[in-house]
């Protein structure tokens, strides 16, 4: 089956642009996380869904950062005025929430490089 | 105390070696565990969960220790291709948060 796809795979921007990334969650999954990952680095938590609500912000490194889902399904996460630091691969998950385990699927990513 | 801890590595091993992993997580919370692995430019993706009783799958053995609270991984008869980041993932109680560790790199060499 579909699994989750993310777009652009890849996006090349000017420092003080604004960037939308999008990810298509597997269908019917409710939980949806959006991480950064730098290069040679771990993954750091961003944002998390519940259907359609961000119970969890706390990960979102500045304001210049926001993310909205709609449809419980399709989501963007938006950075307004890219900076160099903000250069990463930005990777979505969904889950199917069931009790206390959860396996998450990733999608490919969006490598995001800002000049 | 970071939340989750591994070592980064690499662990550099000849194929057909066993090598084996640990992670350590500080929330005696925590309620579930996952090991993921991670291609090199790739995204991760879920090896095994990780169950109280132990669990194994194929050459791949997880268990975890509730008492020191940690989780390990085996990788018996090392192939060429298990050369990848594995990532260490714990669940706390009451939250669908999860925790990842920086990943432990494997390199399996002929």
């Known amino acids: 089956g579909a699994g989750v796809s993310q777009s652009p795979s890849n996006k090349v921007t000017e420092k003080g642009k604004d960037v939308e990334l999008r990810c298509d969650p597997i269908?019917?999954?409710?939980?949806l996380y959006w991480y950064r990952q730098r290069l040679g680095q771990g993954l750091e938590f961003l944002i998390y869904f519940q259907g359609n609500s961000a119970p969890d912000k706390s990960g979102l490194p500045s304001d210049r950062f926001s993310a909205e889902r709609t449809g419980e399904s399709v989501s963007t996460l938006t950075i307004q005025r890219t900076q160099q630091e903000d250069s990463a691969v930005y990777l979505c998950a969904s889950s199917l929430v069931r009790m206390a385990q959860e396996t998450q699927y990733f999608g490919p990513g969006t490598r995001l490089l800002v000049l | 105390r970071k939340e989750v801890e591994q070592d980064p590595g690499p662990f550099n091993v000849p194929e057909g070696a066993t090598v084996a992993f640990n992670c350590t997580y500080s929330?005696?919370?925590?309620?579930?565990f996952f090991w993921y692995r991670q291609d090199c430019r790739k995204e991760p993706k879920l090896l095994m969960s990780?169950?109280?009783s132990g669990n194994e799958d194929g050459r791949f053995t997880a268990q975890l220790n509730r008492a020191s609270q940690y989780i390990s991984l085996l990788i018996r008869d090392s192939k060429l291709s298990d050369s990848a980041t594995y990532l260490c993932v714990v669940n706390r109680g009451g939250s669908y948060i999860p925790t990842f560790g920086r990943g432990t790199s494997l390199i399996v060499h002929p």
């Open positions: 990780v169950y109280s």
């Open positions: 929330n005696s919370a925590s309620q579930s």
């Open positions: 269908s019917g999954h409710t939980a």
